[in-house]
């Protein structure tokens, strides 16, 4: 079946680092663009950012930009975000996804918490 799982969320400074990994499975996984989306509590999931199926095109939200660095394996079936000069706006649930015109797959997602 189909899966998404990602890792490497947790409790980091401001100003520090985190990278994000989402494993893929049950679906050809270069043939889809992903995502990564984030969501806090009350508010709607928020689009971080995009690549796409061969990696090249990428697109990021203004928020992100110049920080936050989105990056596939196709090979390891992985897609990654690297997250730098990370600022306490940050925290959130991250979400990875997979999409591919009308289908899409969603992971349960990672919690990121900027705090000192």
């Known amino acids: 079946q189909v899966q998404l799982v990602e890792s490497g969320g947790g409790l980091v400074q401001p100003g520090g680092s985190l990278r994000l990994s989402c494993a893929a499975s049950?679906?050809?996984?270069?043939?889809?663009?992903m995502s990564w989306y984030r969501q806090t509590p009350g508010k709607e999931r928020e689009l971080v950012a995009t690549?796409?199926?061969?990696?090249?095109?990428?697109d990021y939200a203004e928020s992100v930009k110049d920080r936050f660095t989105i990056s596939r394996d196709n090979a390891k079936n992985t897609v990654y975000l690297q997250m730098n000069s990370l600022k306490p706006e940050d925290t959130a649930v991250y979400y990875c996804?997979?999409?591919?015109?009308?289908?899409?797959?969603w992971g349960q997602g990672t919690q990121v918490t900027v705090s000192s």
């Open positions: 049950g679906f050809t996984f270069n043939n889809y663009a």
């Open positions: 690549i796409s199926s061969a990696g090249s095109r990428k």
């Open positions: 996804n997979a999409r591919r015109t009308t289908i899409q797959f």
